[in-house]
């Protein structure tokens, strides 16, 4: 069966420290994916998009990876801050789709302690 | 800056009702979509609408129906509200603009259903 799934336990760090959230999937053929901020009582905010051909982007603080072969992408925070306390959800975007539908994990909340 | 809106924050309703969820987008977007949103399941595409007019199942529409009678808005429509359907309802929109788009959110409805 098509699965896509992140860790569901909370991931709790220092202040400082580097934040990697995991996003793995099965039975999909991605075009591309994505990474969504969700603050408690909000909607998803998007922060970013990696498409199939590559391995890694950056903006600012955060990096994402996407590893077609292991069917993996991994999300850093690097110095990270208690503003960062949110869920982080992943959500693919299958070959199949027309590239318009996208398909959502359940998220990993990410606490940040000072 | 562009902007999703919802008409409720919270909504309470009595089984059997029928419910109007609006969603409104003013960014000019061909595509809208509306999701539900449960603990340990994320996000899941109820409809999606690509033009005015035009809807398309996503996966879990069953009790649901949609409209599309304007680009900038569409409803959800419970016909016949259940206590299974209490949840948190996000409608999002997003340009037809390339192939790898992000989708904008709204803040989301909570339901419940008594």
């Known amino acids: 069966s098509q699965k896509i799934e992140q860790n569901s336990e909370a991931l709790n760090i220092q202040e400082g420290k580097t934040a990697t959230l995991t996003c793995n999937y099965t039975n999909y053929s991605p075009a591309y994916l994505q990474w969504y901020r969700q603050d408690p009582g909000r909607g998803p905010v998007f922060l970013l998009l990696?498409?199939?051909?590559?391995k890694e982007k950056r903006k600012e603080r955060l990096k994402v990876t996407f590893d077609t072969t292991l069917k993996q992408s991994l999300f850093h925070i690097t110095a990270s801050q208690p503003a960062d306390s949110a869920t982080y959800l992943c959500?693919?975007?299958?070959?199949?789709?027309?590239?318009?539908?996208?398909?959502f994990g359940a998220g990993t909340r990410l606490a940040v302690h000072p | 800056d562009v902007k999703v809106t919802q008409s409720s924050r919270y909504l309470v309703k009595r089984t059997g009702e029928k419910v109007f969820l609006e969603c409104v987008q003013d960014?000019?977007?061909?595509?809208m979509f509306w999701y539900r949103q449960d603990p340990g399941l994320g996000l899941r595409l109820i409809y999606f609408s690509y033009d005015v007019k035009m809807k398309e199942k996503g996966d879990i529409p069953e009790g649901y129906s949609v409209s599309r009678e304007k680009k900038e808005r569409f409803s959800l429509i419970l016909e016949s509200a259940s206590t299974n359907q209490t949840s948190m309802y996000l409608c999002a929109s997003m340009p037809q603009t390339g192939v790898y788009n992000e989708q904008f959110f709204g803040p989301g409805t909570r339901l419940t259903v008594l």
């Open positions: 990696i498409r199939e051909n590559e």
């Open positions: 959500a693919l975007s299958p070959l199949s789709g027309g590239y318009n539908k996208l398909i």
């Open positions: 960014m000019d977007h061909e595509n």
